[in-house]
Nanobody
Framework: QVQLVESGGGLVQPGGSLRLSCAASGSIFSINAMGWYRQAPGKERELVAVITSGDLTTYADSMKGRFTISRDNAKNTVYLQMNSLKPEDTAVYYC???????????????WGQGTQVTVSS
């Protein structure tokens, strides 16, 4: 069993910064790509950023230059540094990881429970 736990969300003023963390735990053999997604009220879940096991990164256009994704493989953790936050960044942010569980022959995606980010004055 693999679990993903996000932390670091909260209320921040426009122009402010937050750093989200997502730690994977459980019976893990290896972790491939890890990523962040978000879902605003009334909208579909959308990609924020993804990082591969080789540290290649992909960002949604609206996040480029403001958000930075990184990972610490020793801690099975992915981070999202968010700067210059805007009210339209308000959403629940979810972590996703593509994991090979110990003893498994295949990879599967796991999701965290989500963390709320609210950007408001």
């Amino acid at each position: 069993q693999v679990q993903l736990v996000e932390s670091g969300g909260g209320l921040v003023q426009p122009g402010g910064s937050l750093r989200l963390s997502c730690a994977a735990s459980g019976s893990i053999f290896s972790i491939n790509a890890m990523g962040w997604y978000r879902q605003a009220p009334g909208k579909e879940r959308e990609l924020v950023a993804v990082i591969t096991s080789g540290d290649l990164t992909t960002y949604a256009d609206s996040m480029k230059g403001r958000f930075t994704i990184s990972r610490d493989n020793a801690k099975n953790t992915v981070y999202l540094q968010m700067n210059s936050l805007k009210p339209e960044d308000t959403a629940v942010y979810y972590c996703k990881a593509n994991v090979r569980a110990a003893g498994s022959y295949y990879d599967r995606n796991y999701w965290g429970q989500g963390t709320q980010v609210t950007v408001s004055s």
